[in-house]
């Protein structure tokens, strides 16, 4: 059962446009939404993250934007570039424990 | 990769062997995890500990299991790999902040395959 549902699987940006990748969950126990980033053969590192208390948050290019009362939130790249090309993962937490729900994951490709 | 290593980085195996991966961390982070990263499935977690000798299972627990017997130390064993088995594994650490952004460091990766 997949708790984090994302979307879509594969993305084609040219460069400079902007790139958005959704999340929808049901848990209403989660209280943190991190993205991860992951370039071929590395591990995932965390992009930005953010609580529901706030419905946007904004780091350079890179913006989560959060619907509570939807429970979906998505992750906004604008200006996308070449180096932006990995795949994105969105992830959710519950109050009570440190465990991460994943999503299935966004391939990210940006042409020159 | 934030403090975080994993040994082995690749290994190939045959089905019914046994295989441990070892991740060690330089961070003193309390929680350790695994994960294994399949194609369409994203990282699900296998197990996961919140200290020394306190572990816990994740969603894809079956035919894996754990110990921490250091602070800087997790490792996954495999008692009779399969075919199924085959993944890229990730070690995970993170302080455990409470009430706070926890964040987790990945590691590096295993690729593990099994003939």
């Known amino acids: 059962q997949q708790q984090v549902k994302q979307s879509p699987q594969s993305l084609i940006v040219q460069k400079g446009g902007i790139s958005i990748i959704n999340c929808a969950y049901e848990n209403t126990a989660f209280d943190y939404f991190p993205w991860y980033q992951q370039f071929p053969g590395k591990g995932p590192a965390l992009l930005i993250a953010i609580r529901p208390d706030v419905s946007e948050k904004k780091e350079g290019r890179f913006t989560i934007s959060f619907n509570k009362s939807a429970k979906q939130f998505s992750l906004h790249i604008m200006d996308s570039q070449p180096g932006d090309s990995a795949t994105y993962f969105c992830?959710?937490?519950?109050?009570?424990?440190?465990?991460?729900?994943f999503g299935e994951g966004t391939q990210l490709t940006v042409n020159p | 990769d934030a403090g975080i290593t994993q040994s082995p980085r690749h290994k190939v195996t045959e089905t019914g062997t046994p295989v441990t991966l070892r991740c060690h961390q330089t961070?003193?982070?309390?929680?350790m995890y695994w994960y294994r990263q399949d194609p369409g499935h994203g990282l699900r977690l296998i197990h996961y500990s919140y200290g020394v000798k306190d572990t816990d299972k994740g969603e894809v627990s079956d035919g894996y299991s754990v110990s921490r017997s250091k602070t800087e130390d997790f490792l996954l064993t495999l008692e009779s790999a399969t075919s199924s088995q085959t993944s890229v594994y990730f070690c995970?650490?993170?302080?455990?902040?409470?009430?706070?952004?926890?964040?987790?460091?990945f590691g590096p990766g295993t690729r593990l395959t099994v003939l």
């Open positions: 992830a959710a937490r519950e109050t009570s424990g440190s465990r991460l729900t």
């Open positions: 995970a650490i993170s302080p455990g902040l409470a009430g706070g952004m926890d964040t987790q460091y």
């Open positions: 961070e003193n982070h309390r929680y």
